[in-house]
């Protein structure tokens, strides 16, 4: 079970207080954060010091065209040179995840990528 470095860890917990919510951890060592209209935010560490950021919301009417436009919009983005990766979780929920390298976790950066994941979900509803 991978734990986020001292250093991520405060800045998970600086971003949950950001948004008035609490940080608990989940057994895996995840953080999820769950919003009404945007989904299911999850931050989760990765063994090598990375975070993986991914954001699962059902669509609202559940059909192929969604889940092939999520396919589509699955990208390197040039003005970030970070990759958006697109899935389908087994409740039928689209996710998209983002990958953080350790040293570009900060709560500026997560939040420009909470609202790059709401953004592209929106993009394919």
Partial sequence: MAEFAAGAQM???AFAASLGLPSKPARDGSYSFAF???GVLTLTPGSDGRALISLARKPAR???TAELKALAAARRDPTTNRFLHAGLATDGSLV???GLEAGAFDVPTLDA???QLVAVHASVA
């Fill in 11 to 13: 800045v998970v917990d």
């Fill in 36 to 38: 009404r209209q945007s």
């Fill in 62 to 64: 559940p059909d192929r």
């Fill in 96 to 98: 998209f995840t983002i």
């Fill in 113 to 115: 990528c909470f609202h």
